[in-house]
């Protein structure tokens, strides 16, 4: 879809696939929707799948590697001419893992999947993905040791699919009151730590939807106790059902 000023599209790109060091002139919002991909520019090395989202500023040169398996996007370009405030004071790529903007870049994929019904709700649905992709993060300053290996200990555990993992094992296991480290996590991460576990199995759960596995292995896969409450986390999550999202990364 396209107007004098916005642009929202799916794109494709092969296994394997590099660019090289380039550079557009338009703004843009990429919400990725399958496979990975490693981006470099300056001062950011990315590493990116399924759920992530990147905002880049026209000029900013940057390189990409894919994965080795096809990788579909999202893409919203935006004219600087007449981009938001936010847009004309930012000159660096911002990547958001998930979260509300993962949410807003996933209603213009559907918008547009559905554009038939009228391109509005797309529009709608891009403008505020590009809103939600500059929402400031919470501020960086030195997390203490025993919350990166709070971290480490939640990653390992939702890759081994565990189903029954509480905040009061984490806090447990980084040796704090569960209250100390909702608190703490909240102020690094901008979230709860229960927010979290969901949208990391959201994200492994995103990761294989896109093939033809059955949505409950799925769900055991990523932790969820069963194929219900991974549909429920995921529509939480996402505003979307992992049907619909399979849609959406599939290219049906």
């Keep these: 879809m396209r107007s004098p000023i916005l642009r929202i599209e799916f794109l494709h790109y092969a296994a394997g ?4 060091c380039h550079a557009h002139d338009t703004h ?26 990147v905002a880049k500023p ?37 990547w958001r893992d998930g979260g509300p903007a993962a949410r807003a870049a996933l209603g213009a994929a559907q918008a547009l999947r559905q554009s038939r019904r009228g391109p509005d ?9 590009c809103d939600a992709v500059h929402e400031p993060a919470p501020p960086p300053s030195p997390a203490p040791a025993w919350l990166a290996r709070a971290i480490t200990l939640v990653r390992e ?5 565990d189903t029954v993992l509480r905040v ?12 100390h480290l909702a608190r703490v996590f909240r102020a690094h991460h901008g ?16 990761a294989r939807l896109a093939d033809a596995a059955r949505l409950a292995d799925v769900a055991t896969d990523a932790g969820f106790a069963d194929q219900s409450h991974m549909n429920r986390a995921f529509r939480a999550e996402t505003g979307l059902r992992p049907r619909e999202f399979r849609a959406l990364a599939a290219g049906w």
């Design 121 to 129: 709700a797309a529009w709608e649905a891009a403008l505020a993905a």
């Design 191 to 206: 979230c709860t730590v229960s927010a979290w576990l969901r949208r990391l199995r959201t994200h492994r759960a995103a």
């Design 58 to 94: 026209a000029g900013v040169r940057h390189a990409d590697h894919y994965g080795d398996e096809p990788v579909r996007t999202l893409r919203i370009t935006l004219d600087p001419d007449t981009a938001v405030a936010a847009w004309r004071a930012s000159r660096r790529i911002q």
């Design 28 to 53: 843009s919002v990429t919400l990725v929707l399958r496979g990975r991909l490693r981006e470099v520019a300056a001062g950011v090395d990315e590493c990116a799948g399924p759920l992530s989202v």
């Design 168 to 179: 009061r094992d984490v806090a447990s296991a980084a040796g704090v009151h569960p209250v």
């Design 157 to 161: 555990r939702v890759a081994d699919g």
């Design 17 to 20: 696939m590099r660019q090289r």
